[in-house]
């Protein structure tokens, strides 16, 4: 069975993903870190280096007893590798052979530089909401610029979360520490990466962060609203450490590594601005956000949550210079990297001023409330036709937005379809020829072919068909002494049981030996190179045409003129056109594509398939009607067919 003929169980595919979960031992309890030293014990290591950023060593201490052989506090923001070197000379003056970090992200982060370095086993024992713990992720800095890279190595072996290690966590920073975890399970929904799964943990993530931090505004010391944050941070995390992030995340690195920005903060300020960047480009993982939230609009929602609970809204007030911005959005996009809508440089400084000045962000969500009135408007239609056009909208708004497409581009394409309808006539179709060397008909002819896998292969009908060609005889000549190589064809219909499809209609069409159809030759006398057949009682039929050629599609329309602008060449592979129908049977409409011709590997139309390239076999002497030629080719083939509308 071909690739594209897998069986359906009803016309979309079924949902394909591939999910990889940490190794991590992960202990969630209240009062977990007294039972550290089993922990440590279970990894087989006697000697514990510490990391610590202060709050809550003594009780670590006090757990690890004398397995604590050394500590180190000098971890900062964004991973700094001198720092690392100096962490490094520690663990190795203590020979201790495990490190665990307590902290938030700046700790947890040098314990998996370390990890890294050496393989040493790491206990995270996180006291925010950062989530760095739960990833093989690590950021670091050097010569003012943060790289991240990702490896099994840097995941911690265990990860303890204990919630009453967050009760002293200020509320200032638990709401920026919060709203980090909160942009790991933004980014995660729309990432290049996204599955069910990791979907699932992002949403529930979101919903338990948009719950609990206003309760922690209100109550810092409300254990159940630090453990659903808390709960959430882990959830996040696991995200971040299995999917790609895009453009947020990049554009904090590079505000951090570069500018030296603080990193919870600088997260909770650009969010809603990123959100809103991506949100025409991303509207289902948009609105999936705002029913989490509780909310209509998810990048405005996010800022509005930001403002209700206290957090930095600017960059301005982080202090971040204006005259910088231009230079990270450069360094912001100096590296592709996936995201829902286009990064570009000018589209990123948009952003970053945005961010700086701290407004609500507008430009997100007038176009996915645009988008949904215009759906709406489709609500009434019969259904298939609803589905259709609906689908349509998103697509076209989604495109729009993620190309930054400009009032003159979209003017552009507007002057190419109605030249492209305006060439188009009953013996030329431009708009097939558009389709076809869009892909788009091949698109849906796999879609079409797929779900009848026991038949021949489809191919694209091509924009020289025309209706109700001569009905001719068995055996005839369609070529009617047009110069070629003469080509006998001795084709069978059949069921996908074997049995003959008899009186089936055959319509047949190809172009001459110089690559132009019937059509394309005003000075023909009638039809030539095409013909309607019916089958016999054996299902079969016979005829002589001539050998086909490669040939270019029609170069003086506006879709030739988009091939030459591209780059693109305009030669189809050389194939005979076939059209199969009778009442009971769905239509086949496929090629047969001469096996060695040319372009079989470039088709411009894309309408090649290995099961349709057959050897059309060069044959010397006696014809099989006796028809007195010295040299011809054959081709034999059988057509399946399958019963149904």
């Known amino acids: 069975m071909q690739a594209d003929q897998e069986p359906r169980s009803d016309t979309r595919w079924m949902t394909s993903f591939s999910y990889t979960a940490g190794p991590a031992r992960v202990v969630f309890a209240p009062g977990a870190v007294r039972h550290l030293d089993l922990d440590v014990r279970r990894l087989g290591a006697t000697r514990v280096l510490l990391l610590s950023g202060g709050r809550h060593a003594e009780a670590v201490e006090q757990a690890l007893g004398p397995l604590l052989v050394a500590r180190f506090e000098g971890a900062v923001m964004h991973t700094p590798v001198e720092v690392t070197e100096q962490a490094m000379a520690e663990l190795r003056d203590s020979a201790a052979d495990c490190v665990v970090a307590l902290g938030g992200g700046s700790v947890i982060n040098l314990g998996k530089a370390l990890a890294l370095r050496t393989d040493v086993p790491q206990i995270a024992v996180p006291t925010t909401y950062a989530g760095s713990e739960a990833t093989p992720v690590l950021g670091e800095t050097a010569d003012g610029r943060k790289t991240t890279q990702r490896s099994p190595a840097i995941l911690p072996e265990v990860v303890v979360y204990d919630v009453y290690l967050t009760l002293t966590l200020p509320v200032a920073m638990s709401v920026?520490?919060?709203?980090?975890?909160?942009?790991?399970?933004?980014?995660?929904?729309?990432?290049?990466?996204?599955?069910?799964?990791?979907?699932?943990?992002?949403?529930?993530?979101?919903?338990?962060?948009?719950r609990g931090l206003p309760q922690i505004v209100s109550d810092p010391s409300d254990v159940s609203a630090r453990s659903d944050v808390l709960q959430a941070a882990w959830l996040a995390g696991t995200c971040l450490g299995t999917v790609g992030m895009g453009l947020h995340h990049k554009l904090c690195h590079t505000l951090g590594g570069s500018f030296g920005m603080p990193h919870a903060e600088t997260h909770t300020v650009v969010l809603p601005h990123v959100m809103a960047y991506n949100a025409a480009a991303a509207p289902d993982v948009m609105r999936r956000i705002a029913e989490a939230l509780g909310v209509d609009d998810a990048?405005?929602?996010?800022?509005?949550?930001?403002?209700?609970?206290?957090?930095?809204?600017?960059?301005?007030?982080?202090?971040?210079?204006?005259?910088?911005?231009?230079?990270?959005?450069?360094?912001?996009?100096?590296?592709?990297?996936?995201?829902?809508?286009?990064?570009?440089?000018?589209?990123?400084?948009?952003?970053?001023?945005?961010?700086?000045?701290?407004?609500?962000?507008?430009?997100?969500?007038?176009?996915?409330?645009?988008?949904?009135?215009?759906?709406?408007?489709?609500?009434?239609?019969?259904?298939?036709?609803?589905?259709?056009?609906?689908?349509?909208?998103?697509?076209?708004?989604?495109?729009?937005?993620?190309?930054?497409?400009?009032?003159?581009?979209?003017?552009?394409?507007i002057?190419?379809?109605?030249?492209?309808?305006?060439?188009?006539?009953?013996?030329?179709?431009?708009?097939?020829?558009?389709?076809?060397?869009?892909?788009?008909?091949?698109?849906?002819?796999?879609?079409?072919?797929?779900?009848?896998?026991?038949?021949?292969?489809?191919?694209?009908?091509?924009?020289?068909?025309?209706?109700?060609?001569?009905a001719r005889p068995h055996g005839v000549d369609i070529a009617e002494g047009l110069p070629g190589v003469p080509l006998w064809v001795d084709v069978r219909i059949v069921d996908t049981h074997g049995t003959p499809v008899s009186d089936a209609t055959v319509d047949?069409?190809?172009?001459?030996?110089?690559?132009?159809?019937?059509?394309q030759l005003p000075d023909l006398d009638g039809p030539v190179l095409r013909a309607r057949f019916r089958t016999d009682a054996d299902g079969r039929l016979t005829f002589w045409t001539i050998l086909p050629a490669a040939y270019p599609i029609p170069d003086d329309g506006p879709v030739g003129a988009m091939l030459t602008a591209t780059g693109r060449h305009q030669f189809r592979a050389p194939h005979v056109h076939f059209m199969i129908a009778k009442p009971g049977f769905r239509t086949l409409v496929t090629q047969l594509f001469v096996q060695g011709g040319e372009y079989l590997d470039s088709d411009t139309v894309f309408g090649v398939k290995d099961g349709l390239i057959v050897d059309f076999v060069e044959q010397q002497g006696p014809t099989p009607d006796g028809r007195a030629v010295d040299s011809?080719?054959?081709?034999?083939?059988?057509?399946?067919?399958?019963?149904?509308?």
């Open 176 to 210: 920026t520490s919060g709203v980090n975890a909160l942009a790991h399970a933004v980014e995660a929904l729309y990432s290049a990466d996204a599955n069910p799964i990791t979907d699932q943990l992002a949403l529930e993530a979101i919903r338990r962060l948009a």
């Open 299 to 413: 990048p405005g929602g996010v800022h509005d949550l930001i403002v209700r609970l206290g957090g930095p809204t600017s960059l301005r007030e982080l202090g971040m210079a204006f005259d910088d911005l231009p230079r990270a959005a450069e360094l912001a996009t100096a590296q592709p990297y996936p995201n829902p809508r286009e990064v570009t440089a000018d589209g990123v400084l948009r952003v970053l001023e945005e961010a700086w000045t701290g407004e609500r962000p507008q430009g997100g969500s007038a176009v996915p409330k645009l988008t949904a009135q215009v759906v709406a408007s489709f609500d009434d239609a019969p259904p298939r036709l609803r589905v259709l056009l609906q689908d349509l909208v998103r697509t076209l708004h989604s495109y729009a937005v993620r190309t930054d497409l400009t009032e003159s581009e979209w003017l552009s394409a």
């Open 415 to 470: 002057t190419f379809l109605t030249r492209t309808g305006q060439i188009s006539s009953d013996t030329r179709q431009e708009f097939i020829l558009l389709s076809d060397t869009l892909g788009v008909s091949s698109v849906v002819d796999l879609l079409t072919n797929s779900r009848s896998p026991d038949t021949t292969p489809s191919a694209v009908l091509g924009p020289f068909y025309v209706d109700g060609p001569p």
């Open 508 to 519: 047949v069409w190809q172009a001459n030996e110089d690559g132009f159809y019937d059509v």
């Open 632 to 645: 011809w080719r054959k081709v034999d083939f059988v057509f399946r067919v399958s019963q149904g509308v």
